[in-house]
T-cell receptor
Framework: GNSVTQMEGPVTLSEEAFLTINCTYT??????LFWYVQYPGEGLQLLLK?????DKGSNKGFEATYRKETTSFHLEKGSVQVSDSAVYFC?????????????FGAGTRLFVKA | GAVVSQHPSRVICKSGTSVKIECRSL??????MFWYRQFPKQSLMLMAT?????????EQGVEKDKFLINHASLTLSTLTVTSAHPEDSSFYIC??????????????FGPGTRLTVL
């Protein structure tokens, strides 16, 4: 079936450190891939997305590349800030998920220390 | 960008009462709305998909008589938790898919409603 697996957290980093959150997926067909961010007590915000293989999504210094050969969509940021502390969800969506339902990973909590 | 609102943002109710949560697309029409439930420190679990003017499609294991969904217009969907119990306490999030022709499959999420049942 369709699923998303992302690295377990929490991830704790010092400010200005490099961030990688791994995400791999299983899907039939060609889904669109997403990263969402959830700040404490809030709903989800779209961080970035990629709709086809080799596309790179980027936003606010974060980026992720749609790798079909490794079925991955790892999230990276070169220098994290305290304000990046949040939960990050990798997700996929497409016709194969039936009516464009979104399949979410378990989420990875990021703590950034000053 | 497209905005989805939810009301109320927080609600506390007594066990046995019913609670209605509204989800509105503020600046676009939504053919489809989705309702999710999120337990503390866990991911979002899809509860149901609702299309305007038709019955909602519930995911396996979700009681349709417990969680009533109405999608009466292209900008409003409601989730009613009937006879709520403490185990229904959770964070409920809706999302809406644009009805625009050629829409890019984007969905927009509401800010969530935290339900606490005493």
């Amino acid at each position: 079936g369709n699923s998303v697996t992302q690295m377990e957290g929490p991830v704790t980093l010092s400010e200005e450190a490099f961030l990688t959150i791994n995400c791999t997926y299983t899907a039939t067909g060609y889904p669109s891939l997403f990263w969402y961010v959830q700040y404490p007590g809030e709903g989800l915000q779209l961080l970035l997305k990629a709709t086809k293989a080799d596309d790179k999504g980027s936003n606010k210094g974060f980026e992720a590349t749609y790798r079909k050969e490794t079925t991955s969509f790892h999230l990276e940021k070169g220098s994290v800030q305290v304000s990046d502390s949040a939960v990050y969800f990798c997700a996929l969506r497409g016709v194969m998920t039936g009516g464009f339902k979104t399949i979410f990973g378990a989420g990875t909590r990021l703590f950034v220390k000053a | 960008g497209a905005v989805v609102s939810q009301h109320p943002s927080r609600v506390i109710c007594k066990s046995g009462t019913s609670v209605k949560i509204e989800c509105r697309s503020l600046d676009f029409q939504a053919t489809t709305m989705f309702w999710y439930r999120q337990f503390p420190k866990q991911s979002l679990m899809l509860m149901a998909t609702s299309n305007e003017g038709s019955k909602a499609t519930y995911e396996q294991g979700v009681e349709k008589d417990k969680f009533l969904i109405n999608h009466a217009s292209l900008t409003l969907s409601t989730l009613t938790v009937t006879s709520a119990h403490p185990e229904d306490s959770s964070f409920y999030i809706c999302s809406a898919r644009s009805a625009e022709a050629g829409g890019n499959n984007e969905q927009f999420f509401g800010p969530g409603t935290r339900l606490t049942v005493l």
